[in-house]
């Protein structure tokens, strides 16, 4: 009896045991935190460290407003599932080795507000699937090259109101960054700007670079390139034209708009695309509507190694694909077919061509303007012009042609009837039943119809009235043998 209960009570302790170890591993939610489902808010909880056994189905992880100053290696590994971090508004000034390790699940990464002075290589080391990262309002000096080496599905990086004044363009290639779309680097401490690198980076990148509110000095090249993205329509330049500026001679006080001030420039030359240092060649090209197009890419590039990608008026990638109803035909030799072009595939396509092997690349812009064909035009407007005379002279027959409008073809009127002065016996007569025979004979051997108006009489009695036929429906017909 005393050895079962032992067995019992051995089981029951070795029950809870595992029920402790298994909610251990899988964790449970934090006193200072929110769960709900897979989302774990801690935000504005005072927290100078990180909450212990942490649920390992978090997804979304929210630490902003603490008072984090250090985080330790592998401070989310126990979260393989997390894809969203907030640490914005915390007291960071560094991030160690391995801190996001076990962490690759991670797409967006918010650090903003904090007090990071240089974003270190190793920072973001093992988050190849980062789509999103923002640092801005830091104390950022320098970005290290190789810290955004590794950040392949990088989208998205904002990098304002820090103090950079140097940044590695020259680290973000089409094969390394093929999806990085925006990078802002607005209000920070940029002075000049590496145009070799600059424009080496993709169309995709240039359209969203942002450079506003910076220490810019004022040359002619950055002017150029300036007025060239303006031309092409990026958003980065038309949404901020007036903090687009820079410093005449250095001087603080002496700022211009690049854009909004261009006297200042006169002397530079644009317009030109060989001087621009953002594509190495442009040209226009004119087609009629229904005609096939033929693009090449050359490029300054040469070589049997190289790759092409196109990209269209509307910044997307083509291959083989239908774009405007219309089929697009890239081919691997760089060039790029439209069999039958339409007045939608008017536009600028982008041509890169690309030399891995020396990591090198070179840009070739075609301005294609798709016209309707004058013959169809002018046949619409002439057939227009023509039914228009036809209908004016057919009217015109109509009103003035038309039988009888002539003084000569005039058919003589019907005679007269007399209409005698007004007799009441004969005009009772008329009415009378007893008709003689003659006058019967007259009648009906003539048929005679008299239409009779009603009878005026004025003031002073005097009968104002007469009698009128208004139609005869027979010939009247009178025998003169008879009247003689």
């Known amino acids: 009896m005393g050895q079962r209960r032992m067995t019992s009570t051995l089981s029951q302790g070795t029950t809870l045991v595992v ?7 899988r964790g449970s939610c934090p006193s200072d935190c929110l769960c ?25 992880l929210d630490l902003s407003f603490n008072r984090l100053g250090w985080l330790g290696p592998g401070s989310f590994s126990s979260l393989p599932r997390l894809d969203t971090l907030r640490l914005a508004n915390n007291q960071l000034t560094t991030i160690g080795h391995g801190v996001f390790h076990n962490a690759s699940s991670l797409r967006h990464l918010d650090l903003s507000s904090n007090r990071l002075r240089v974003v270190e290589q190793h920072y973001l080391q093992g988050l190849w699937r980062l789509e999103e990262l923002l640092l801005y309002n830091n104390r950022i000096t320098r970005v290290e090259a190789g810290m955004l080496g590794g ?5 998205k990086a904002y990098f304002s109101l820090n103090q950079i004044t140097e940044f590695p363009f020259f680290s973000i290639q089409d094969h390394s960054h093929p999806f990085l779309i925006m990078l802002d680097l607005s209000s920070n401490r940029l002075t000049t700007l590496p145009w070799e690198d600059v424009k080496s980076l993709p169309g995709s990148v240039q359209k969203g670079l942002y450079l506003h509110n910076n220490s ?12 060239h993205w303006e031309q092409r329509g990026f958003d980065s330049i038309r949404d901020f034209m007036d903090d687009l500026t820079c410093l005449i001679y250095g001087e603080p006080h002496a700022s211009v708009s690049f854009l909004r001030h261009s006297r200042y420039f006169q002397n530079c030359t644009v317009g030109k695309a060989v001087s621009l240092p953002v594509t190495v ?3 226009n090209f004119v087609v009629n509507e229904g005609e096939r197009v033929r693009l090449d890419c050359q490029t300054s590039l040469r070589g049997k190694d190289l790759s092409y990608v196109w990209i269209s008026p509307n910044q997307e990638y083509l291959t083989q694909t239908n774009f405007n109803d219309t089929l697009i035909n890239a081919f691997p030799n760089g060039t790029l077919e439209i069999p039958a072009a339409r007045v939608n595939d008017t536009g600028v396509y982008m041509c890169t061509a690309l030399d891995l092997k020396h990591m090198l690349n070179a840009t070739r812009e075609v301005n294609v303007t798709v016209v309707r064909t004058v013959p169809d035009s002018f046949s619409t407007g002439y057939t227009t012009l023509v039914g228009c005379v036809v209908t004016l002279v057919v009217i015109l027959m109509y009103l003035y042609l038309t039988p009888c409008r002539c ?14 002065a007004y007799d009441p016996n004969a005009l009772a007569s008329i009415f009378s039943p007893t008709l003689s025979h003659r006058d019967s004979t007259k009648v009906s051997g003539n048929k005679h119809v008299v239409f009779i108006e009603p009878v005026l009489v004025d003031q002073n009695g005097a009968l104002r009235a007469a009698l009128a036929t208004e139609q005869a429906t027979l010939q009247w017909e009178w025998d003169t043998s008879e009247l003689t």
């Open 19 to 25: 029920c402790l170890l298994v909610q251990s591993s």
């Open 36 to 60: 709900t489902s897979d989302t774990l808010s801690c935000g504005s909880q005072g927290l100078t460290r990180l909450p212990l056994l942490l649920p390992s189905i978090t997804s979304t």
């Open 151 to 155: 950040l392949s599905s990088l989208r």
């Open 216 to 227: 810019l000095l004022c040359d002619c090249s950055m002017y150029s390139v300036f007025w």
């Open 281 to 283: 060649l442009v040209s």
């Open 407 to 420: 003084g000569c073809c005039k058919q003589p009127l019907p005679p007269t009837i007399p209409v005698p």
